[in-house]
Structures are given as C-alpha cells and as structure tokens.
C-alpha cells in the first residue's frame, strides 16, 4: 500500500479517535483504514495502538510515529504548494543558450522587456554557435539555426535566419553597384573563413532562379562583426546576417546590394525539452519568445 496514504490515516484515526471516523473522513471503508495501520504496523515490526472495545490508545512506537508522520505530511503539504506557486507564477533562474550574432543584436534586447514583465525571473543566457547539448549541459531553452535532428526535443518554428549583401555608399560609389550575380566576381567580396564554400556563393533570386558566383577578396576573418567593420571601412561587398547588418541599413551606413538575391533563408527553432507540466518560468518565456520571434510575428508585422 501507498506509504503516504498509510501515513495519512494513521493520523485520521488518532486524531478522530476511531477507524470508523477516521474511514468517514477519507471516504473508505472501516476495513481499509484497518489494512492501513496493519500495513504500516507489519513494515515496521511494531504495534502502534493498544486496542479495546471502547476506545484505542497510542503505543509508545505509535506515539513517535505520529509525531514523525504530521511532520513528514506536513512537509510534502508544503512542498507540493510550493511546487503549486512555482507552477502558478513565473519565478527563479532560467538557463538559455542562442548564436552570437542573433543573440547580442536581437534576443538580449528582447530579454530586458521579459524581464520587465517578469521581475521575479532571472535569465542566465550563453551566447555560443556550437550545437548545444541542452538537456546534458543543463539549459531549459535554446535558440538553434539550421536543421533539427534532435527527436527527444520539442522544437518550435521561429522567423527563418536571412543573409544579405550589403556594403558601404563609399565603396560602391568607387567600384560600382552590381546589377546581377555575375557581376560580384569583379568585386571584392568579403566572407567567413571558417565557410565551405568561402570562395562561391550561391544566390537565389526572387523567382527562383539560382545563381553560383565565384568570388574572391585579400581579407577573410572568423567572425560576422569584424566582416561588418570592414565593410563600413569600404573595404568590400559582405554576407552577413540580417539581423547583424538591420541598424547599419536604416542608419545608411551601408547599402544593400542585390536585394533581390540572397541565400536561402536558414530555418531557426526554439528547442527545449518535453515536460507535461513545465514551470511558469519556462512557459512564460516559450511563449514570450515566440511572440517576440516566431513566424506568426512576422505575419502581424507584414499586416
């Protein structure tokens, strides 16, 4: 029998004064709660009433017992209302790990007006481009580009992660804006060196049409911010992430050139691992996250 559930109403009787009472109370039968004590009576080897016809008294075992058992139904009273209140409202430490570029130019500032909504959660957020092992490194939630092939994870769509080329009014006013593909392989073009194909590019156009260019350029670096310095110093045509070159656009500190090519978008998703009933925490930010960047946000900008 469920050790708790004995427990539970070995009190009922000591604390009504009879089996019928204490049967009432739980909505069982007198002959349950007599198997209840039995049970409890047999694990431990020892008698915890004195039984007579007119009332029960509590043995010396008994009355430690009862003791030990309010304090332990007390504790698990209290655990589950805390775990009641952790589920209810969105408190305590969340672990999140996302790509360098999206996360410093676009999740960080999106976390500030989380953490606005939900002063009693803290965010411990890892910027890091590797693959994450999120559930054996501890995160609650991850942030990854490019395909999924995690089946033990819940992944959930976000806005796709585009490239653009762009490069600065100086540059372009000394060398020419491209009006075709073709044309960047007399330009310098400026990628990552850690890229497979860092010496061609392959382009879609908004109708589909796919164009391979080779190109070239003397300065090829490991990171997408030193590629957008470079570019503000005329120093070439980049491929970069959007969300990496967004404020340098509007600003007008650089052009986008081809805007009607790019490489296909890259899908994004929200990673975290299945949980029948996650903390308010966790939900909240599921959910904040993918109003903030799912693929519905877009379709609510665009309207």
């Known amino acids: 029998m469920d050790a708790l559930a004995s427990m539970a109403m070995f009190v009922r009787v000591v604390e009504s004064g009879s089996f019928s009472a204490a049967a009432d109370a739980s909505g069982v039968s007198p002959t349950m709660a007599g ?13 915890l009433l004195h039984r007579t016809t007119r009332r029960q008294q509590l043995t010396e075992v008994g009355r430690l017992y009862y003791e030990r058992c309010k304090q332990v139904l007390a504790d698990v009273e209290l655990a589950e209302a805390s775990a009641s209140e952790l589920q209810a409202t969105p408190r305590g430490r969340l672990r999140l790990t996302a790509p360098m570029s999206f996360g410093s130019r676009r999740l960080t500032p999106a976390l500030t007006d989380y953490l606005q909504r939900y002063p009693d959660v803290s965010v411990d957020l890892t910027l890091d481009n590797r693959v994450v092992d999120v559930v054996g490194e501890g995160y609650e939630l991850a942030i990854r580009i490019g395909a999924i092939d995690d089946p033990q994870l819940v992944a959930r769509p976000l806005l796709p992660y585009r490239m653009l080329l762009v490069a600065s009014p100086g540059y372009l006013a000394r060398h020419g804006t491209p009006q075709h593909p073709r044309d960047l392989s007399t330009h310098v073009c400026l990628g990552l060196s850690n890229w497979r194909r860092r010496d061609q590019w392959r382009l879609t156009g908004a109708d589909g049409e796919i164009c391979d260019v080779p190109v070239h350029g003397r300065l090829s670096v490991d990171h997408g911010d030193a590629l957008r310095v470079a570019a503000l110093h005329d120093a070439g ?8 070159l967004a404020d340098d656009l509007e600003a007008g500190r650089l052009e986008s050139v081809l805007p009607g090519w790019a490489p296909p978008a890259t899908p994004m998703h929200l990673l975290y691992a299945p949980d029948r009933r996650p903390t308010a925490k966790l939900r909240s930010m599921i959910d904040f996250l993918l109003e903030r960047f799912g693929a519905r946000s877009e379709q609510s900008h665009a309207e």
């Not at 198997?35 to 008698?47: M, P, S």
């Not at 045509?237 to 990496?244: A, F, G, S, T, W």
Request: hydrophobic share 50%.
């Open 35 to 47: 198997k209840h004590i039995r049970a409890i009576e047999q694990r431990l080897g020892a008698r």
């Open 237 to 244: 045509i980049v491929l970069q992430p959007e969300v990496l």
